[in-house]
Nanobody, 115 residues
Framework: QVQLVESGGGLVQAGGSLRLSCAAS????????MGWYRQAPGKQRELVAV???????NYADSAKGRFTISRDNAKNTVYLQMNSLKPEDTAVYYC?????????WGQGTQVTVSS
């Protein structure tokens, strides 16, 4: 089992910044990738950003230039720095961890951007 603990969500005005953190613990033998997804009300969960082993990153078009994913391998923690936030970024943000034996999701953290 892998446990993911997310933090850093909250309420921010448009143009502001937030930094999300996701710490993985438990039976981690090999993390292949860690990333962030989000789900807005009435919409499907979508990729925001992901980092795979070796440091390769992939961003949603909506996140490019505004969001930065980073990872501390020693702490098994992934971060999402979100700048220039927009009201349309409002969603529950979920951390996803892909390891050798499966995929795990965090409980989600709410990000609300007011106009």
């Amino acid at each position: 089992q892998v446990q993911l603990v997310e933090s850093g969500g909250g309420l921010v005005q448009a143009g502001g910044s937030l930094r999300l953190s996701c710490a993985a613990s438990g039976s981690i033998f090999s993390i292949n990738a860690m990333g962030w997804y989000r789900q807005a009300p009435g919409k499907q969960r979508e990729l925001v950003a992901v980092m795979v082993n070796g440091g390769t990153t992939n961003y949603a078009d909506s996140a490019k230039g505004r969001f930065t994913i980073s990872r501390d391998n020693a702490k098994n923690t992934v971060y999402l720095q979100m700048n220039s936030l927009k009201p349309e970024d409002t969603a529950v943000y979920y951390c996803k961890c892909t390891v050798v034996d499966g995929i795990y999701w965090g409980q989600g953290t709410q990000v609300t951007v007011s106009s």
